[in-house]
């Protein structure tokens, strides 16, 4: 459960029902991208939502695409043996749906081809009966080069071509999606509700949508896409006057130092990163996003410079600032060292240290109300296309961070963002990879034990941007909480 915008005594919203989605379409269309960033995007929402994957589940229960009968992804004529395994996986992904349902689920996101009109009608029928509302998700796609993409970029990453070779592992794909074409029926029947995505993203065609939820599903899956991108992470430079959230102070001299180090280390970072794909950095352009507070947009001017030690600046950068991604507000608490919070706001302290996800300070904003503000950075998030360096405080990269890596509402206060740490994101159809890369340990780092060049009486950095202690009370992680961080 990632950073709900609201919820309600029973996680439902009681107004939408119970949906069923049902993804429609020909193998390496995108089904299971789209169906993971939906999933995402409705937890974040505070929606109870699942995928069931049906070759997830055929994984867990047979093993691979080399343990199968060499009959089991056609269509046509099928041996016994095949039949009764078809129907044995089949029936227990089913029976996955109806847990989830009857466990206080509101969304289930059903990841299967389901590419005849019989097995989606089967399968509505048997839902519908029991109050379900169902919606039959298509994804097609006529553009060749986009569905080499697909099968290169994911399908040979999936778990059935695990130690395949490459070009072994596409070809063999490719024969499935050939005997699928044979028998697949577009969705045509208006028996049901429908939603029909071209090309991942370029064409939606809605039917019958009704209802507040299923009108964010639509509106969610107008904006998304499955072209290859990195997300990068960092904070920005050290400030003047880092204990001040009013002061909104420019770098300091360090702060300065360690935006050029960025530069460096970013364009270094991605270029390798590229060429690892036969892609030229010069041919890909480069997004930046910065809050307005100046330590963060002034932290990417070096990305706009060019000088003549530069080893391949980047031919394309573009800088964007939103307002939306300023650091979360302290409040009466702006400037107070812990000990200062626990003597003059003891009350405050307690319900803080109880809940540091929802709890407010006096005239300052909770992590719940951060997450609220940044929906909209969420929604240019998925459509952004290009390459993106978030260049912002701490409180902010925790909130994006834990809506793309799903992770729960009360571990976002927890996740731990170091000034010198690049953090790295690639968002595919069988899961997030992130990893972080450390390139600073100048003035103005404050992660862990005392480093070289921390400011020991800066007591904005040394309370408000670390994250050691926050977590639930359940969780001991060894320091009491800290309050709200920038």
């Not at 009966?129 to 569905?147: P, Q, T, Y």
């Not at 577009?186 to 019958?208: L, S």
Request: aromatic fraction near 10%; hydrophobic fraction near 35%; charged fraction near 25%.
């Amino acid at each position: 459960m990632v950073a709900p915008l609201y919820t309600t005594a029973s996680g439902l919203l009681f107004h939408a029902g119970k949906i069923l989605v049902c993804t429609v379409g020909l193998p390496a269309r995108g089904k299971t991208h789209i169906s993971r960033a939906l999933e995402r995007y409705l937890r974040w929402t505070g929606v109870k939502t699942a995928v069931i994957s049906l070759g997830d589940y055929r994984r867990k229960v047979l093993g691979g695409a080399q343990k199968l009968p060499p009959d089991y992804f056609t269509l046509g004529e099928k041996s016994p043996e095949t039949i009764k395994l078809r129907e044995r996986v089949s029936e227990g992904c089913e029976q996955q749906i109806w847990d989830f349902f009857n466990a206080g689920g509101q969304v289930v996101i059903y990841d299967a081809n389901n590419g005849t009109r019989e097995r989606r009608n089967t399968i509505a029928e048997k839902f519908d009966k029991a109050g379900i509302h169902v919606i039959m998700l298509e994804s097609s796609c006529d553009n060749e080069d986009l569905i080499l993409s697909n099968i290169r970029s994911v399908k040979i990453s999936s778990p059935d071509y695990r130690g395949w070779d490459p070009e072994k592992a596409v070809a063999d794909y490719y024969n499935r999606i050939k005997d699928h074409e044979i028998h697949y029926e577009p969705v045509e029947e208006t028996t049901w509700p429908f939603i029909r995505i071209i090309n991942v993203g370029e064409k939606i065609m809605v039917n019958n949508i009704h209802g507040y939820l299923q009108s964010r599903v639509v509106f969610f899956l107008m904006n998304i896409h499955n072209r290859f991108r990195t997300i990068y992470f960092a904070r920005s430079g050290q400030s003047l006057i880092e204990h001040s959230y009013k002061a909104d102070s420019d770098l300091s001299p360090a702060g300065w130092e360690y935006a050029e180090r960025l530069k460096e280390f970013v364009l270094e970072r991605r270029a390798k990163s590229l060429a690892e794909r036969g892609i030229d950095p010069k041919e890909r352009r480069l997004v930046i996003w910065t809050s307005a507070r100046r330590r963060s947009h002034h932290t990417a001017w070096p990305f706009l410079t060019h000088n003549a030690s530069d080893p391949a600046p980047p031919a394309k950068v573009k800088v964007v600032e939103r307002p939306q991604m300023a650091e979360i507000n302290p409040g009466v608490w702006d400037g107070l060292t812990p000990d200062q919070v626990r003597k003059y706001y003891p009350d405050e302290w307690e319900r803080f240290v109880n809940d540091p996800y929802a709890y407010r300070a006096p005239r300052a904003e909770s992590y719940h109300d951060l997450c609220v503000r940044l929906e909209p950075t969420l929604i240019e998030l998925e459509r952004e296309k290009e390459d993106l360096l978030i260049i912002g405080h701490a409180s902010v990269i925790r909130c994006i961070m834990a809506y793309l890596i799903g992770l729960p509402a009360s571990e976002i206060p927890a996740i731990e963002v170091a000034r010198g740490d690049l953090i790295e994101v690639v968002p595919t159809s069988y899961g997030v990879y992130s990893q972080a890369h450390h390139f600073w340990d100048g003035p103005g780092r404050s992660s862990g034990p005392a480093v070289h060049g921390k400011d020991e009486h800066n007591f904005y950095e040394n309370y408000a941007e670390d994250t050691r202690g926050k977590r639930r009370p359940d969780v001991v992680v060894g320091s009491s909480p800290a309050p709200p961080s920038a």
